[in-house]
Every structure is written in structure tokens, then in C-alpha cells.
């Protein structure tokens, strides 16, 4: 067998495909648990780990970007709703070309690959790199007596990858046996994903180092808020004694005022009184903190989705629409990226284990469709219809996600009619009644110019002879009631009564 060679023209080791060669152990560099990062965090702090990032140290950034997702619901519904646009479209398989050979080996790639039932969380697996800036997933190969087969997809914890000290752009696997520089990934082994958010280096390109400041603003601004509703949220409580009152009254009513709070219920001699105050000192303080928690999430929205219209509260549908044509480039682009490194680290082994090396190979595509107005599509489709353009009706159900009845089955509505040149339907006797006042219509306008004529004519005749404007508007005060309208009025009379009396035969 000619030997095989990776998409970097390695050569590939067959006895390494059915190893998993990244596994997380409870020792050594790849510990798949690791102590918390965002608690406690500050700025001085969060400066610290960007800056180890930077240089080549990427292990405590990881796991700030990690619980990032896990403590903000925002973050996490963005983030989520950005990799679900791209895992829920169902993918297409294009042949190299249209050879028997070529259709037989984009049939094996559409059986082993796109209907894996582990792809879709491999597509999700993939674009955990939005937020890292790169991700791992291994590949789990099986090999049976005539092919290969991929039986798994596995993430894999990003800290247990690192970068040269070289360039920073080639992914390593750390592991015991190089803890430092890491180990050089296997051929045909790991579908590594870096998506272009930024130039630059791959550990400095995810979102969550965009949004960690913001991120960390928002944790002290929620943290703020909860003990402010906690002193100003309540009203103040304040107990009352007699100039009587022993210090054993003192410390009662002092201990009825402190668990009332929480206990909503005090024991009070005659002589005592507890009094609820209005906090009113706090002014719009409550205020403040919302609009800073508000004005974080809206960062987020901007930074992960492109626009905060369909993310956060108060839009309005036009501005929706206009902000979600940006969040549709967005999500066009991470498709295209996915695809790229699908059919790279993928598509490209799986055939040339099974088939060998081939001049072309067959593309996996995610294509993400812009929204359509179907509304106005429809309205279109009829004027149009209606000019004598025809549509093919299977297109047609194709944008509206309907499929073409079969024979047998039960169908609702009437089919379309053949268009003749001047608009009007052929067998309109078939096609219902639009077709039959579209006749009408034309029959009364026929001779519109002998009705408007009668109209038109005197009218033409005042102005003609007036000597000033105001001359021709008073003669034509005077003549309007005395104009002729016979023919308007039987024209019209003559089409209604054709129109009422069509409408009593489709009644019948």
C-alpha cells in the first residue's frame, strides 16, 4: 500500500488511528479538574493571567474562560445561541464531480460522517473555540475488514494543548513525556478548530478575552446590587421604649427589631413600639447598578453576536431585522470556517484511508440561508403570475418548506392557470373568479376614453374661455353639477351588475 500522507504531508502511522492518545489523568499535565480562577478575581489579577497568556502560559485563562460561560447566564445564552446557529443546519455533501466513483465515495462520507449521531455535538465540540480561541476534538478510528470508520468524537480540554515557543501557531499535546513544549499531534488523529475572529495569534483570539473585563465589571456591579437591596430593599426597622424601660426591655426589643427581618414577628410588651422607616436616602441608587449590569450584557451581545437588538430586551422588529442581517455574516462566517476544517481534518482522512488519494475530494458544507420575507415573496410571486411569468410550484414550495404532493395524497387548493399575454387567465372558467373580474375590468376600461370624453370635454371648454383663475374655478363651480355622466354611470352600473350577477352564479 503506497503510504499515506497527511493534509501537511506527514506520513500517517495506521497502529496510532485506533489509540486515543489525549486522555486526562489524575496526575501529570492533562488533569481534566483544575481549582477556580474567577473566584476572587480582580483587575490586577485578571491583568496577571492575560498577560501569562501572552506569554505562552494559557492554563488559568482557559479556565477563566471556561467559568466565564458557567456564572453569566447572558454570556451563556450568546455564546450558546452563536454555535447552535451553526450545529443546527443540517449539511450537505457535494461529490468531487459526477462520476460513479466520485457520487460512491461522497455516498460514504454522507453515511459515516454527516449522519454520525455524534456530529452535531462535534460541530458544538468545534466551535467551543469561539470562546478559547482554538479547540481539540481526537478522533476515535475503528478499523473493520474493508474500512475505516470514525466510532467517536471526543473534546478535548484545551489546556491540555499548548503552542511553539516559535511561531505560537503550532498546536502541540502536552504530555509527561514533553511537559513543556508538548508533543507533536498525530496524522489523521485531531480536528483542531481556530476560527479567524481576530489576526494574530491563536491563544489571543477568543471571545472571552474580549469580554473578560466587561465580564469581571458585571461580577462586581451584580455583587454591589445584592448587598444595596439588601440594606436599602427592606424598611428600616426601628424600635421604640418608655423612659421606663429596664436594659432587659432594652436588649428584647433590640433582638425583636434584629429577627423581625426574617422572622416577620415580634413579641412586644405594652410600652414598646417598632416603627418601619422608608429608606428614601438611597435615592436612584438601584438604578445605577441595572444600567451597568445592562450596559455589560449589552458589550457581551455586541462582542459575541454582532448586535444587542435580538439579544437583549426593549427592540423593536425593524430594528431587530436590521441588526440580524449582521448577526447572518457572523454566522455565515463560522460556518464556512467549520467547514474548512471539517473537510481538512475529516473528510480528507476518512477517504484516503478508505479510497486513497484523490486529485479532488468531496466538501461537507453548512450553509447558512438569509432570511426571507416570505410574506412579500408570495405577494410578488402573484403580481407577477398574474403579468404572465411563470413559476415552477416545486420552487415555490421549496421556499416555503412545504414538499410536492405525491400521487394519492390529500391536497388542498386548485392548480395554477396558463397565463396569456395580456394577463388574463386562459381557463378562467377553472381558476375562480379573480380571472372572471379581471375580464370585466378590461371590458369596462375599453372605451374609457369615449366616458372620460363627456367629462373632459366641457371642463376643457371653461378653462379655455376664463380670463383668470379665479374666472375658471367659479365656472366650473357652476358647471360641475350639470357635466354628463351617463356613460361613467352605465359603464359602472354595467360592470357591477356583471360582477354581482357572476357572484350569484358562483353562489349556486
Known amino acids: 500500500m503506497t503510504q499515506l500522507l497527511d493534509q501537511y504531508g506527514r506520513p500517517v502511522k495506521l497502529k496510532d488511528l485506533t489509540q486515543l492518545l489525549a486522555e486526562p489523568g489524575i496526575t501529570g499535565v492533562r488533569q481534566a479538574f483544575a481549582d477556580t480562577v474567577a473566584s476572587g478575581l480582580t483587575p490586577v489579577k485578571l491583568a496577571g493571567i492575560l498577560r501569562s497568556a501572552d506569554q505562552g502560559d494559557a492554563h488559568d485563562y482557559l ?3 471556561e467559568e466565564m460561560e458557567e456564572r453569566d447566564p447572558h454570556y451563556f445564552a450568546v455564546l450558546g445561541s452563536r454555535k447552535r446557529i451553526v450545529s443546527g443546519v443540517e449539511p450537505i455533501v457535494k461529490p468531487a464531480s459526477e462520476s460513479a466513483a466520485d457520487k460512491k465515495i461522497a455516498d460514504a462520507v454522507r453515511e459515516h460522517i454527516v449522519e454520525h449521531d455524534g456530529f452535531t455535538t462535534l460541530i458544538e465540540d468545534m466551535l467551543d473555540a469561539l470562546g478559547k480561541g482554538y479547540s481539540a476534538v481526537e478522533i476515535e478510528w475503528q478499523h473493520f475488514a474493508k474500512e ?14 499548548t503552542f511553539d515557543r516559535e511561531t505560537g501557531q503550532e498546536m502541540r499535546l502536552l504530555d509527561k513525556a514533553d511537559p513543556v513544549d ?4 498525530r496524522p489523521f488523529k485531531f480536528i483542531t478548530h481556530r476560527p479567524k475572529l481576530k489576526s494574530g495569534l491563536p491563544i489571543r483570539g477568543g471571545l472571552a478575552r474580549v469580554v473578560a473585563f466587561t465580564w469581571m465589571c458585571k461580577a462586581y456591579t451584580l455583587k454591589d446590587w445584592m448587598a444595596f437591596i439588601e440594606t436599602y430593599g427592606l424598611p428600616i426597622r426601628l424600635g421604640k421604649y418608655g423612659p421606663g424601660a429596664t436594659k432587659e426591655d432594652v436588649e428584647k426589643l433590640f433582638t425583636a427589631v434584629a429577627n423581625i427581618g426574617t422572622d416577620a414577628a415580634a413579641v412586644l410588651p405594652r410600652s414598646m413600639e417598632i416603627e418601619f422607616e422608608a429608606a428614601t436616602s438611597a435615592g436612584t441608587g438601584d438604578k445605577i447598578f441595572e444600567n451597568l449590569a445592562r450596559w455589560g450584557d449589552e458589550q457581551v451581545s455586541k462582542a459575541v453576536a454582532g448586535q444587542t437588538m435580538t439579544a437583549d430586551d426593549g427592540s423593536s422588529m425593524a430594528q431587530a ?7 447572518h455574516d457572523i454566522a455565515a462566517a463560522d460556518a464556512k470556517a467549520v467547514t474548512g476544517t471539517l473537510n481538512r481534518d475529516l473528510v480528507k482522512p476518512f477517504v484516503d484511508l478508505n479510497f486513497g488519494g484523490q486529485e479532488a475530494y468531496p466538501i461537507v458544507a453548512i450553509e447558512i440561508a438569509e432570511p426571507e420575507d416570505l410574506d412579500m415573496l408570495m405577494r410578488n410571486v402573484f ?4 403579468q404572465g411569468v411563470r413559476f415552477k410550484q416545486s420552487e415555490i414550495r421549496a421556499k416555503l418548506g412545504f414538499s410536492d404532493p405525491e400521487e394519492g395524497d390529500e391536497v388542498t387548493g386548485t392548480a ?7 394577463g388574463v387567465a386562459m381557463n378562467s372558467a377553472e381558476t375562480g373568479p379573480f380571472d372572471d373580474l379581471a375580464e370585466i375590468e378590461q371590458a369596462a376600461l375599453a372605451d374609457w376614453e369615449d366616458v372620460a370624453q363627456d367629462l373632459i370635454g366641457p371642463v376643457e371648454e371653461i378653462i379655455a374661455a376664463a380670463s383668470s383663475y379665479e374666472d375658471a374655478m367659479s365656472g366650473l363651480a357652476a358647471a360641475v353639477p350639470g357635466l354628463p355622466s351617463s356613460k361613467l354611470v352605465e359603464t359602472l352600473v354595467k360592470a357591477t351588475y356583471m360582477a354581482r350577477g357572476l357572484g350569484d352564479a358562483r353562489d349556486a
Open 63 to 65: 479556565i477563566l474562560a
Open 148 to 161: 475505516w470508520v470514525p466510532m467517536s468524537f471526543i473534546w478535548r480540554n484545551p489546556r491540555f494543548f
Open 383 to 386: 403580481r407577477m403570475s398574474s
Open 182 to 185: 508538548g508533543l507533536e499531534l
Open 321 to 327: 431585522q436590521v441588526h440580524n442581517d449582521v448577526r
Open 416 to 422: 395554477l392557470a396558463a397565463v396569456g399575454a395580456n
